[in-house]
T-cell receptor, first 111, second 112 residues
């Protein structure tokens, strides 16, 4: 069976500090991978998605970046966090581009 | 373009029915429905594809009006476990590389 992992579960970071969130998927190969952010009142905001190693599509221009160094690993990064980066970050994978399976999420608070 | 969901929130008593609507300004290939309980990750409920194909939860039904670019999710004889936030997502292309854009969600609260 397939499993998706995200860590850390919670994170408190000061403004201006770097960020690295990791997501890994087990039990499948060549998945589509997605990063979403959830802030109050904005629903699920798609940040990045990837259909293969090294292939990243950015949906929202901002100070975040994503990388896919391995087939089942997806990393969300920032060099300098802003207060507005606070939120609930969700990673998801999909086999066929339709049904998405979400990870447990990381709750980020930027102080 | 983010789809628009209505209502934003609804409160029901257990056993009552609810309809959640989702509309888009663009032609759609697919509509996706997810439910998220507080503090948890969203969970897939249903997908509706252009042409009539559907896949999803047995106890939940939905419709997709391709011409109007609208979808509705029908929750009948609601149970306490149905409480949560419902998201619709829309896809514009028949392509596994296409992205889904989600709406802002509809909060559903079921009272005993």
């Amino acid at each position: 069976s397939q499993t998706i992992h995200q860590w850390p579960a919670t994170l408190v970071q000061p403004v201006g500090s770097p960020l690295s969130l990791e997501c890994t998927v087990e039990g499948t190969s060549n998945p589509n991978l997605y990063w979403y952010r959830q802030a109050a009142g904005r629903g699920l905001q798609l940040l990045f998605y990837s259909v293969g190693i090294g292939q990243i599509s950015s949906e929202v221009p901002q100070n975040l970046s994503a990388s896919r160094p391995q087939d089942r690993q997806f990393i969300l990064s920032s060099k300098k966090l802003l207060l507005s980066d606070s939120g609930f970050y969700l990673c998801a994978w999909s086999r066929d581009g339709y049904e998405q399976y979400f990870g447990p999420g990381t709750r980020l608070t930027v102080t | 373009q983010q789809p628009v969901q209505s209502p934003q929130a609804v409160i029901l008593r257990e056993g009552e029915d609810a309809v959640i609507n989702c509309s888009s300004s663009k032609a759609l290939y697919s509509v996706h429905w997810y439910r998220q309980k507080h503090g948890e990750a969203p969970v897939f409920l249903m997908i509706l594809l252009k042409g009539g194909e559907q896949k999803g939860h047995e106890k939940i039904s939905a419709s997709f009006n391709e011409k109007k670019q609208q979808s509705s999710l029908y929750l009948t004889a609601s149970q306490l476990s149905y409480s949560g936030t419902y998201f619709c997502g829309t896809g514009e292309r028949m392509n596994r590389d296409d992205k889904i854009i989600f709406g802002k969600g509809t909060r559903l609260h079921i009272l005993p």
